[in-house]
């Protein structure tokens, strides 16, 4: 039998752009110009399609120029949460009917338009959340992906699903949505997250409510309003942006509200997990929570290894947006034969980073995203200058914007606080280790498993921490960072999460429940 799924072209990753071709970078250059001269537009809230200004908003800046306002959101009230959730509830009545092979289209029609718009959306991403023109293109290059991955998941799901033939009974097992969501993602993939969660929601046949990060709710409003343009019904997506504590407690905890689909820090995504647990009154059902948090991502490097290869994929997993990723690596553990020349190495490779204006093209690291993270990573250098021994960075860099110095503490002890806590900026902790064994065991004391990556030539030491290192996503003899989607399926265990795989084949059910039919015959 042939489906619709056949018809589609198997999913393929969206290739990222180096910037290394004229012509995308004139293109760069040009939707920089483009972007900037809309600096300052006003975004409303989206509540059932229909736009509403509010007397409050926020302020999206410009983390490498402060002064500049790259947009100005609308802030919305309890009053505003309470009308959103109404409004995604009434149109799940029918949103919920609309067939798969329709509710894909948006998303394949999303993924076309963001392709179109691409260095319009790789500049906004420069200006709003500080990142180089590479990693802003990896951004909304994975953001396609996703937009493309969970289109054709939806379908495979929609299929007849295998079940155990019964004589006398026709039996089928369908997969249907749960309603309304609450949709909450950090900045810092500021379109793949924010795009990858909702259209997952979306896709499934239910209605959301997205509530942006303050950081980078304008990249969140360019999404909502594409999605409004290509036809999306009103009220399956709400843009409701606003203070966590002026309408976060009061979304998560509402009756009304099916999931919670978040992705933030540790701290939040426990608090978000205790409240959706208790049952408001009337409320009819077990709220799901699918929580991705953060990570204390460690890189092993063995005796054996090939000592520059790591150098190279430790900085570049560290430092690369400025080392706000997930997955960045803040732990490199080495073992002791090759301790001092690694440490040699790595400080030269660091030397060559470039701190500077992101919307400059060859700039490496641009600023951290906004003022009390920059408070915060210094006051954890300033702690790991105590514990460890400083041989790299350690200052602010120069600019007007919150710019830091790639900076490595080396000699840390495993259990010092910069060893242990997440830090979320441009610091490395390093790490001697006896030998393998106890290097495993350094990379595994820590309460988080998202990602890891371990440089070694043997292949006894791939088989032992393959088993026995403990995290979500596992790399050898390459970088932390840069999960692609349908590859390498993200998230990560322990304090990390739910456990969830974003951009696998078993994230859509997450946004999904299975009914099984049983008739007669
Ligand atoms: P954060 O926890 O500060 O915020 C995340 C989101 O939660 C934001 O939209 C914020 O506005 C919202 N929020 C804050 N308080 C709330 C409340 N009381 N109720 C409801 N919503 C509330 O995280 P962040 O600074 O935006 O992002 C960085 C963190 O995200 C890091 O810890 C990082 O490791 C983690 N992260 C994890 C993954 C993953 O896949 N595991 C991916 C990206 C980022």
Known sequence: MTTTLD??????NEAIKAFTDPADAAAMEAALKEVKAGFGRFYPLVIGGERIETQKRIRSINPAAPSEIVGEVASASATDAQRAIDAA???FESWRAVPARERAEFLFKAASLIRERRFLYDALLVYEVGKSWPEADADVAEAIDFLEFYAREILRYAQPQPITPMAGEENELVYIPLGVGVVIPPWNFAAAI???????AIVAGNTVVLKPSSDSAVTAAWFVDLMHEIGLPPGVLNFLPGSGSEIGDLIVAHPKVRFVSFTGSKEV???INELAAKPEKGQRWIKRVVAEMGGKDAIVVAADADVDAAVEGIAVSAFGFQGQKCSACSRAIIEEPIYDTFLEKL?????????GNPSERGTYMGPVVNAKALDSIERYIEIGKKEGRLIAGGKRAEGEGYFLEPTVIADVSRDAKIAQEEIFGPV?????????EDALAIANDTEFGLTGSVYTSDEKKIERAKDAFFVG???FNRKSTGAMVGVHPFGGFNMSGT??????RDYLLLYLQAKSVARKI
């Not at 400080?347 to 701190?355: G, H, L």
Request: no cysteine; net charge positive.
């Open 7 to 12: 018809r589609i072209a198997p999913f393929k």
């Open 89 to 91: 509830q009434r149109a």
């Open 194 to 200: 924010a795009i990858g969660m909702t259209s997952a």
């Open 428 to 436: 490395l902790a390093v790490i001697k280790a006896r030998d393998f």
């Open 499 to 504: 456990d969830s795989k974003a951009g696998g």
């Open 347 to 355: 400080r030269a490779r660091v030397a060559k980073i470039t701190v």
């Open 473 to 475: 996503n596992l790399y």
């Open 269 to 271: 995504g426990l608090h």
